[in-house]
Nanobody
């Protein structure tokens, strides 16, 4: 079992920034593809960003140019730097870890991000 714990959420004004962190408890962290997902009230959970074992990144069109995903394998931690935040970014943000072979999925409990003036 892999445990994921998110932190760094909070209330910010439009245009502000937040940095989310996700700490993973696994001895093979470097082998996992890590990702961030979010779910707004009344909407389905959606992909925000992913980063592979090799450091390749992918982003949802809605956050490209504003969000940056990164990982520190020495600290078993993945980050999401969020800049130029908009009210529509308001959601619960979830950390995700997946192993490719075999396919294994793990989820954190989420951290609330609220963007409001």
């Amino acid at each position: 079992q892999v445990q994921l714990v998110e932190s760094g959420g909070g209330l910010v004004q439009p245009g502000g920034s937040l940095r989310l962190s996700c700490a993973a408890s696994t001895s093979i962290f470097s082998r996992y593809v890590m990702g961030w997902y979010r779910q707004a009230p009344g909407k389905q959970r959606e992909l925000v960003a992913t980063i592979s074992s090799g450091g390749n990144t992918e982003y949802a069109d809605s956050v490209k140019g504003r969000f940056t995903i990164s990982r520190d394998n020495a600290k078993n931690t993945v980050y999401l730097q969020m800049n130029s935040l908009k009210p529509e970014d308001t959601a619960v943000y979830y950390c995700n870890a997946r192993l490719l072979l075999p396919t294994m999925l793990y989820w954190g409990q989420g951290t609330q991000v609220t963007v409001s003036s």
